[in-house]
């Protein structure tokens, strides 16, 4: 199970940053979007010392308080907070995409299209 997960992290990161050197906007923000669900993973998958099953969300009586018989609930927690975090940044990003995009007429990262780019000597 480790390693699917090691996988799917290692692909999202790498997806993330291709398309975060892309020439376009919107894929740049997708390519941050695929990059914080890569570190959202990474982050849950920090909450035990392996991917251990049956372990106890909750307390239960006769077992002790300790973080041996249950799971953490710390990183959970935090990737809840990235999750909303993550989907107000991509909103924003896109509202931020289109106020450009209609002003310039190009949805270039440096303002210019491609055919601006081949045409300097």
Known sequence: MEIVLVIAIGVLTGSGVWLLLRPRTFQVIMGLSLLSYAVNLFIFSMGRLGLVIDKEPVLRPGLPNDLAHYADPMPQALVLTAIVIGFAM????????????GMSGTDHVDGSSARDVQEMP
Do not use: G, I
């Open 90 to 101: 991509t909103a924003l990003f896109l509202v931020v995409l289109l106020a450009s995009r």
